[in-house]
């Protein structure tokens, strides 16, 4: 009772009929119906551990752009400290970096220079600004 089926379509995929008490059956169709539950429970795995993978990617990403971030306003406030230091004296450089919303570390003023520390949520950056009194400016490097 069993034969190939007469489609031609069904013939190139290799599907069995079954004719037993006239009625027609497709083994194909069974055939994808259980591979269809096994495909599903495999994709739901995939789709949760990719979207657990992207996910873990993203915080990652969130964290360094986050420090990239505290860097740039860190380095921000260290450099208008620095300036404010040189310009208006060693008092100023406190208030540049709180209008900055940084924390003054350090400062140190020489006749000539003032280095200066300021820190943003626990990243620190430094900071080196000279007086042009008349003298040729170094370049730092």
């Known amino acids: 009772h069993w034969r190939a089926c007469d489609e031609p379509w069904r013939r190139t995929s290799g599907c069995i009929c079954c004719t037993y008490l006239g009625q027609r059956r497709s083994l194909i169709i069974f055939a994808k119906k259980v591979l269809s539950k096994h495909e599903n429970g495999s994709a739901v795995l995939f789709v949760v551990v990719a979207l657990a993978a992207t996910s873990l990617v993203l915080v990652g990403l969130a964290n360094s752009i986050t420090t ?8 921000l406030a260290a450099d208008s400290a620095a300036l404010a230091c ?30 200066v520390t300021a820190s943003y949520h626990e ?9 042009s009194r008349g003298e040729d400016l170094r370049t730092l490097q």
Do not use: K, M, P, W
């Not at 990239?68 to 380095?75: E, G, K, L, N, W």
């Not at 990243?123 to 007086?131: I, K, P, S």
């Open 86 to 115: 040189v310009i208006y004296g060693q008092d100023s450089a406190q208030q540049a970096t709180n209008q900055n919303g940084a924390e003054l570390v350090s400062v140190i003023v020489t006749v000539d220079q003032c280095q």
């Open 68 to 75: 990239i971030i505290d860097s740039q306003r860190a380095q």
């Open 123 to 131: 990243v620190e950056r430094t900071a080196f600004a000279l007086t």
